[in-house]
């Protein structure tokens, strides 16, 4: 059984760890996301410290010196956009007969890419119809994402769709203190 403890980060370092893991995670974030579902799914002992990026400690930065990198951006160019869709419709083919990339349970690949799909369906609070009408056109995919929601690890961290709206329109308003 997994132990999971949330707490957020003070000016000084938390003592080490002997019996368990320690994740510094800033919500939303979906790399962090990734390593949640990977500890849970491993049913391993950890704990989470939750860190503001605007407020990040002196220690953390020095036992991170990567904090300041950027993403890269999204595709945004059509003959990039037309790959892209024809690399995820090849991937979620291989699917076929069974409901995840590790079997009949999700497995690594599915919890790695997992982050990112969750994200997806904030797009249904723009428009409910037109994502729902999208679903045809990756059917293997769409089918793929509805068995990683009614996963148990899934469940346990799972952001609702406008939870994640509310979240990137406030980032984006700059409300939030932080631009994404």
Same mark, same amino acid.
């Given at each position: 059984?997994?132990?999971?403890?949330?707490? @957020?980060?003070?000016? !000084?370092?938390?003592?080490? $760890?002997? *019996?368990? %893991?320690?994740?510094?995670?800033?919500?939303? =974030?979906?790399?962090?996301?990734?390593?949640?579902?990977?500890?849970?799914?491993?049913?391993?002992?950890?704990?989470?410290?939750?860190?503001?990026?605007?407020?990040?400690?002196?220690?953390?930065?020095?036992?991170?010196?990567?904090?300041?990198?950027?993403?890269?951006?999204?595709?945004?160019? @059509?003959?990039?956009? !037309?790959?892209?869709?024809? $690399?995820? *419709?090849? %991937?979620?083919?291989?699917?076929?007969?069974? =409901?995840?990339?590790?079997?009949?349970?999700?497995?690594?690949?599915?919890?790695?890419?997992?982050?990112?799909?969750?994200?997806?369906?904030?797009?249904?609070?723009?428009?409910?119809?037109?994502?729902?009408?999208?679903?045809?056109?990756?059917?293997?995919?769409?089918?793929?994402?509805?068995?990683?929601?009614?996963?148990?690890?899934?469940?346990?961290?799972?952001?609702?769709?406008?939870?994640?709206?509310?979240?990137?329109?406030?980032?984006?308003?700059?409300?939030?203190?932080?631009?994404?």
């Amino acid at each position: 059984m997994s132990f999971y403890q949330d707490r @957020s980060v003070g000016h !000084l370092p938390p003592p080490g $760890l002997s *019996d368990k %893991l320690r994740l510094y995670h800033v919500d939303m =974030n979906p790399y962090g996301h990734r390593v949640l579902l990977i500890l849970e799914a491993k049913k391993a002992k950890y704990e989470v410290y939750k860190l503001d990026p605007l407020r990040l400690p002196e220690w953390f930065k020095v036992k991170n010196p990567r904090c300041n990198c950027t993403e890269p951006s999204t595709l945004r160019s @059509s003959p990039k956009q !037309l790959v892209l869709n024809k $690399l995820l *419709d090849f %991937l979620f083919s291989i699917l076929s007969g069974t =409901n995840y990339f590790s079997g009949h349970r999700p497995g690594m690949l599915d919890y790695m890419i997992w982050p990112w799909v969750e994200r997806l369906y904030l797009l249904r609070c723009v428009s409910e119809q037109k994502f729902d009408s999208k679903r045809g056109l990756f059917p293997n995919f769409a089918d793929w994402a509805d068995q990683m929601q009614l996963d148990e690890v899934v469940k346990k961290h799972a952001v609702s769709p406008q939870e994640y709206f509310d979240y990137y329109r406030n980032a984006r308003t700059h409300s939030m203190g932080y631009y994404i």
